[in-house]
């Protein structure tokens, strides 16, 4: 089971973003797709999930400005970004959970830099 997450850069505040994930070797409809985030000298934390059937969860600090969506078919997570600010500078993970028959499967991705500065 592979994730490859792309998309990473640096951008101005105010400005948008858009990273990809593309998972492999892994039934994707049937697992729950997240973000997440660790910034420098921070614990990494969860800013976004979808469920198999694609409603997403947000951690109140991207509510309204961070969309996630999954696209089943291509088994791929996409995490939208807007409205960036300096404090949503971090090393950001794609990860994948799937329950199965010898308990939960966890997958992350390596981690791709988002950097919010002037």
């Known amino acids: 089971v592979q994730l490859q997450a792309s998309g990473g850069g640096l951008v101005q505040p105010g400005g948008s973003l858009r990273l990809s994930c593309t998972a492999s070797g892994t039934v994707f409809s049937h697992s729950i797709m997240a973000w997440y985030r660790q910034a420098p000298g921070k614990q990494r934390e969860l800013v976004a999930n979808?469920?198999?059937?694609?409603?997403?969860n947000y951690v109140d600090s991207v509510t309204g400005r961070f969309t996630i969506s999954r696209d089943n078919a291509k088994n791929s997570v996409n995490l939208q970004m807007s409205s960036l600010k300096p404090e949503d500078t971090a090393v950001y993970y794609c990860?994948?959970?799937?329950?199965?028959?010898?308990?939960?499967?966890?997958?992350w991705g390596q981690g791709t830099l988002v950097t919010v500065s002037s």
């Open positions: 990860n994948s959970k799937r329950p199965t028959v010898s308990g939960l499967l966890e997958v």
């Open positions: 979808v469920l198999p059937d694609g409603n997403p």
